[in-house]
C-alpha cells in the first residue's frame, strides 16, 4: 500500500497520510481548515514495513483502506507533579 505523508506547516507535530490516488477535494472541510497548508514529508510503501516510529501501522492501514487517510497527532505530554519536602 502506498501512500504519501504530508506535514502540516500550522500544527507542529501533525502529519496526515494519503492513499496515493487520493483526491485532497474529497477530505473533511474541518480536517482541510485544521491542517493548513500541508507539505510532503515522505511517501511510503506501507507493505514493505512491519511497524512505524509513532503509529500503530496496523490502524494505519485500516483507515487508509477505509477512508484514504490517516490523521496523525502528535504524542499527548504527560505533566508529573513532583513534591518536596
Known amino acids: 500500500m502506498l501512500c504519501t505523508v504530508y506535514r502540516s506547516t500550522k500544527k507542529t507535530g501533525v502529519y496526515l497520510y494519503l492513499v496515493r490516488d487520493f483526491d485532497w477535494n474529497d477530505l473533511p472541510e474541518e480536517l482541510t481548515s485544521m491542517l493548513g497548508h500541508c507539505e510532503v514529508a ?30 496523525q497527532l502528535p504524542p499527548q505530554i504527560t505533566h508529573s507533579v513532583i513534591h518536596y519536602g
Request: proline share 0%; aromatic share 4%; glycine share 4%.
Open 42 to 71: 515522505m511517501q511510503l510503501n506501507l507493505n514493505k514495513h512491519s511497524k512505524l516510529a509513532s503509529e500503530d501501522i496496523d490502524q494505519v492501514r485500516k483507515q487508509l483502506k477505509d477512508q484514504g487517510f490517516h490523521l
